[in-house]
């Protein structure tokens, strides 16, 4: 069974986060995409945004969330990369951006890593505008559309 989880206090910061989702061990270029920033510049990005909306400092920069596909999965990476982009794009509500690394090096638990920033690019703090069922019910949508 797939599992979607929500992780509002990550005790990373931006940087340190990034580097967790991009750890050579667990992915690689192809695992890793961005929804609204480029993959390779995303923390100076998502600091840009939250500098440029923000006055006061924010506690805490990001919300990760993290979907984790059924153990033992024999799906291309091609595949899940695209079921990726769509559960990130769903996460992204068209005005945030979203940072995602698929780990499937060296694990039978291959998941994802999403990074949403918690700043909009119109300057809206991140709120969650749908229950976490209705979230669910639209990523099964997704998985249900690739068998």
Same mark, same amino acid.
């Not at 979907?67 to 509500?93: H, M, W, Y």
């Given at each position: ?7 509002? @206090?990550?005790p #990373?910061?931006l940087r340190?986060m990034?580097d967790?989702m991009t =750890?050579v061990? #667990?992915?690689?270029?192809?695992g890793i *995409?961005g &929804?609204?920033c480029n993959p390779?510049f995303? !923390?100076?990005?998502?600091e *840009? !945004?939250? #500098?440029? *909306? %923000?006055?006061e400092?924010i506690l805490?920069?990001?919300?990760? $969330? +993290?979907? /984790? *596909? =059924? $153990?033992g999965? @024999?799906?291309? %990476?091609?595949?899940?990369?695209? +079921?990726c982009i769509k559960i990130?794009?769903l ?6 951006? !979203?940072f995602? /690394? &698929?780990h499937?090096? =060296?694990t =039978? #638990? &291959?998941?994802?890593h999403?990074?949403?920033n918690? $700043?909009s690019?119109n ?8 229950s976490?069922f ?5 990523v099964?949508? +997704? %998985?249900? /559309?690739?068998?």
């Amino acid at each position: 069974m797939s599992i979607l989880k929500f992780e509002n @206090r990550t005790p #990373k910061t931006l940087r340190e986060m990034y580097d967790y989702m991009t =750890d050579v061990t #667990k992915t690689n270029e192809e695992g890793i *995409f961005g &929804i609204g920033c480029n993959p390779n510049f995303v !923390v100076s990005e998502m600091e *840009f !945004v939250q #500098k440029s *909306f %923000l006055r006061e400092k924010i506690l805490h920069p990001y919300l990760q $969330v +993290i979907f /984790a *596909f =059924d $153990v033992g999965i @024999r799906t291309p %990476l091609n595949s899940l990369r695209e +079921i990726c982009i769509k559960i990130g794009e769903l996460l992204s509500q068209n005005q945030y951006q !979203v940072f995602g /690394a &698929i780990h499937y090096l =060296d694990t =039978d #638990k &291959i998941h994802c890593h999403f990074m949403i920033n918690y $700043v909009s690019i119109n300057g809206e703090l991140y709120r969650q505008k749908e229950s976490l069922f209705s979230y669910k019910k639209k990523v099964n949508e +997704i %998985l249900q /559309a690739y068998g």
